[in-house]
């Protein structure tokens, strides 16, 4: 059976890398400013954008992406 979609992937997040997150927050503690900040990319991406760049770099071949669907539904 077909995944359940709840939408049409156009949402945008701002999606950052881990390790950027890490980085921001390191040189935060060698700072003795404070405050609340907001971290991220500035770039926003839509979900579409992010699963077709995951394909993209793991290239799965169609019975791949079969496989894993149904071990997330049953």
Not at 6 to 18: C, H, L, P, T
Not at 22 to 30: G, L, N, S, Y
Not at 36 to 59: C, D, H, M, Q, R
């Amino acid at each position: 059976s077909e995944p359940t979609r709840f939408s049409d992937g156009g949402q945008q997040r701002d999606f950052i890398y881990v390790k950027d997150v890490v980085r921001i927050i390191h040189a935060f503690m060698q700072n003795e400013e404070t405050g609340i900040y907001n971290v991220g990319s500035g770039i926003p991406s839509t979900w579409n954008e992010l699963s077709n760049a995951v394909f993209k770099a793991i290239e799965p071949t169609d019975a791949q992406i079969k496989e894993t669907i149904n071990k997330l539904i049953n």
